[in-house]
């Protein structure tokens, strides 16, 4: 299964007056202007905003085999998602906005219907004083075993016009890449002992700024090398949390005189 969603739009708001001189109509102000600025005019008073967008979630296969124990490295076990999202705003104050998305996730669950053993099921007569000791039974494999990680990288970069030409000084970066990571067991030790673990990590994959500190861009090849570290030590922490469930049910059925 591929499912899958490509979007485009594109949203422009032209203006009745031009956003500079407000008192002056901008179909005016285009007509009377050289030809040579005629485009640049339009460009700079409109309101435009573009997105492109190509979706993938919960890619994964399907099990087709019918019976039988699915086994924990079946890769039906395993689900991909993917998002890139580019969006392109422009404005009177600004020259370009541009905001590109990439989103991924990888998902595993395992999920194993076994049977509880029980070893004085066969050994002890049915006598309601033995039924405790008859009806005793565990589980040695987990009910259901499952993680996911998510990574989610925002790049953004805003040009403002009038502004100068340094980039330095007329642009805005911003960069931010996170890395969740989930993981979760249940587990039923016996049909009246159930454990559950719930375990969340949140990481920052840092990325180093434009320029250093000389004011001068960093290179292409160091700046790669630096993220590359960085994911290579999974990110770093900025949050973890975990839970603990262990829910017991006294077998009041199995004890006469508790049994009402």
Do not use: C
Not at 165 to 184: E, G, I, L, S
């Amino acid at each position: 299964r591929v499912p899958m969603t490509l979007v485009y739009s594109n949203n422009v708001r032209q203006p009745e007056f031009d956003p500079y001189d407000l008192d002056i109509n901008l179909k005016d102000k285009i007509a009377n202007a050289d030809a040579a600025d005629r485009d640049s005019i339009r460009t700079q008073a409109v309101d435009r905003a573009v997105q492109r967008e190509i979706n993938f979630t919960n890619v994964r296969k399907e099990r087709t085999k019918v019976g039988g124990v699915p086994l924990p490295w079946d890769i039906s076990n395993f689900s991909v998602s993917y998002v890139y999202n580019e969006t392109d705003r422009t404005s009177p104050l600004i020259e370009l906005d541009e905001t590109i998305n990439h989103y991924g996730s990888l998902d595993y669950n395992y999920a194993l219907k076994s049977k509880p053993i029980t070893p004085f099921k066969k050994l002890i007569k049915k006598n309601k004083y033995l039924d405790l000791i008859k009806e005793i039974n565990f589980n040695p494999l987990p009910s259901r075993f499952g993680f996911s990680t998510t990574t989610d990288r925002v790049l953004q970069s805003t040009r403002y016009r009038f502004s100068g030409d340094d980039v330095k000084f007329n642009t805005y970066f911003n960069r931010n890449w996170t890395w969740d990571r989930d993981y979760n067991l249940n587990w039923d030790f016996s049909k009246g002992l159930r454990f559950q673990y719930n375990a969340t990590n949140r990481a920052v994959i840092d990325e180093l700024q434009t320029f250093d500190e000389d004011g001068m861009p960093y290179d292409d090849q160091f700046r790669r090398d630096s993220v590359w570290t960085n994911l290579r030590n999974f990110g770093r922490n900025k949050a973890y949390q975990h839970n603990f469930n262990l829910n017991y049910t006294l077998p009041t059925k199995q004890i006469p005189f508790l049994d009402f």
